[in-house]
């Protein structure tokens, strides 16, 4: 068994206090209340692995760097920001990448594929908003949902 496989074991076993302890070390700060346990784990099992493996690619790093400044609340009230600097699905997300959403009490947890395609309970999805209308039951913005893009006002402000 790997090290990161022991770590993750591991975190599986830890209490709630445990957890609320290991979250204020890694992050310096209380966990929400409302911040169940197993998003958590998974939030620090993120940080762990992303600590062994590495975490963004430089080129991700600059892409996010570039959309941040006085600029952006313009460029995203305009939806520019969004539009013009998207790349397309299927090199959007590093392959592995694992998007989590708390729904009415359940962790959804889904992962990008090298394919641009997404998986979600063992199923493979063309989008996120297919496996957000699947977890909801109604249309929804896959990007919304997962918390990727703002939802826009009724006056065009995000």
């Not at 957000?132 to 893009?149: D, E, K, M, N, W």
Request: glycine residues 8%.
């Amino acid at each position: 068994m790997s090290r990161v496989e022991l770590e993750l074991a591991e975190l599986e076993q830890l209490p709630l206090q445990d957890l609320r302890s290991r979250w204020r070390d890694i992050h310096g700060d209380e966990p929400s209340k409302t911040l169940s346990a197993q998003l958590m784990r998974l939030a620090i099992a993120y940080v762990e692995q992303e600590r062994i493996y590495g975490g963004l690619t430089r080129q991700a790093q600059l892409k996010l760097k570039g959309l941040e400044g006085k600029n952006m609340s313009r460029s995203v009230a305009s939806g520019t920001a969004l539009r013009n600097n998207r790349p397309r699905a299927s090199t959007q997300w590093k392959p592995g990448t694992r998007f989590l959403r708390e729904w009415q009490g359940q962790t959804h947890e889904v992962t990008a594929l090298d394919d641009g395609r997404f998986v979600h309970e063992g199923k493979a999805h063309r989008s996120l908003t297919a496996i957000a209308r699947s977890i909801t039951g109604t249309h929804q913005s896959g990007p919304i949902f997962f918390g990727l893009a703002n939802r826009k006002t009724s006056d065009g402000r995000s």
